[in-house]
């Protein structure tokens, strides 16, 4: 495991905790997905960096010798993330608001990422 994979899981890790914290989203994501209290479960924070973790290690993979990376992480999210999280809204009857406030920060997390990525 090397540790630019390590450092930019744990950057996109704290770009979730602050994006759905209360003091930014957290209260607007909360009325928009119905959910009526957010004490996230230790579990669920184990999962969640486990998952900003293989993200990073996949788009390191995706940016290890691109020209330009951040575009191809932008790519990576409208090709994948964003074309398939977009069935909450057509067909889950979510909000679209709700869509886009998720999907702002899945590309905020993949550019910090990216950045992360390239410091080292």
């Not at 990576?76 to 889950?92: A, H």
Request: charged share 10%.
């Amino acid at each position: 495991m090397t540790l630019n994979i390590l450092a930019a899981a744990a950057a996109a890790f704290v770009v979730g905790f602050l994006w759905y914290s209360e003091s930014l989203f957290g209260k607007t994501w909360m009325k928009l997905s119905k959910v009526k209290s957010k004490k996230p479960e230790p579990t669920y924070m184990v999962y969640a960096f486990v998952g900003a973790f293989v993200t990073a290690y996949v788009l390191n993979m995706f940016i290890a010798g691109s020209a330009q990376p951040y575009v191809t992480a932008l790519l990576l999210w409208l090709g994948f993330v964003g074309t398939t999280t977009l069935g909450s809204f057509l067909w889950e009857g979510k909000p679209f608001s709700l869509w886009i406030l998720n999907n702002a920060q899945s590309i905020v997390s993949l550019l910090v990422m990216v950045f992360v990525l390239g410091m080292f």
